[in-house]
């Protein structure tokens, strides 16, 4: 069984409009991390927030928040005010036993390619 | 503040060739990981370290891939002998091994390696 599902493979927005990613995922670890990676056509992955599973309060880090629905399992990437320069593929990653000292490495979806147009 | 290091950036071989991509991970990170992501595949794991040690290697393809982590500062991943198969983009990432800080993994540019 897929650890990550990401069910969107493109989504479209024009500029300065807000946009979600949908990430579910599947876990039975009480401690794990969830993340959301940036993939530019120029190929670097690029970290952009990162939620843990203890965590009360939803992540935010500038125009990217995250959802987190624990009891669904979704912890889906909001994006505000769209610019051009998101257009990109975002992979929503996770990674388990976070509070074990061998914690598991990221496990990451399939990604969802996102454009933004003028 | 120097991120992951990764070299070559890219290579283009023929394939039976040796093939070795190298990493060095952020300086303090004590985890380091191998992901290789292609078109069908996506990213997938390929093996990690903690302190250097190999923790999870189940996602190596087989036999002739194997990689190394002499130290705290550098990884090797060697494909030996290369198939067309084994191109890809071959990314490292490293970061701290647990708590608050190992919250945060950060990757190589990736080597794009083609076998023909």
């Known amino acids: 069984a897929q650890k990550i599902t990401q069910t969107q493979p493109g989504m479209f927005v024009q500029e300065k409009e807000a946009v979600t990613l949908d990430c579910t995922y599947d876990?039975?670890?009480?401690?794990?991390?969830l993340f959301w990676y940036k993939q530019p056509s120029s190929g670097e992955m690029i970290f952009l927030i990162y939620?843990?599973?203890?965590?009360?309060q939803n992540a935010t880090e500038g125009r990217y928040s995250l959802n987190f629905q624990k009891a669904r399992k979704s912890a889906n990437l909001v994006i505000s005010a769209s610019q051009l320069g998101d257009s990109a593929m975002y992979f929503c990653a996770m990674r388990e036993a976070i509070l074990n000292q061998a914690g598991t490495a990221l496990i990451f979806g399939k990604g969802t390619t996102l454009s933004v147009s003028s | 503040d120097a991120g992951v290091i990764q070299s070559p950036r890219h290579e283009v071989t023929e394939m039976g060739q040796e093939v070795t991509l190298r990493c060095k991970p952020i300086s303090g990170h004590n985890s380091l990981f191998w992901y290789r992501q292609t078109m069908m595949r996506g990213l997938e794991l390929l093996i990690y370290f903690n302190n250097n040690v190999p923790i999870d290697d189940s996602g190596m393809p087989e036999d002739r891939f194997s990689a190394k982590m002499p130290n705290a500062s550098f990884s090797t991943l060697k494909i030996q002998p290369s198939e067309p198969r084994d191109s890809a983009v071959y990314f490292c990432a490293s970061s701290f091994m647990f708590g608050e800080e190992g919250n945060t993994i950060y990757f190589g540019e990736g080597s794009w390696l083609t076998v023909v």
């Open positions: 876990t039975s670890d009480p401690s794990y991390g």
């Open positions: 939620q843990g599973s203890y965590d009360q």
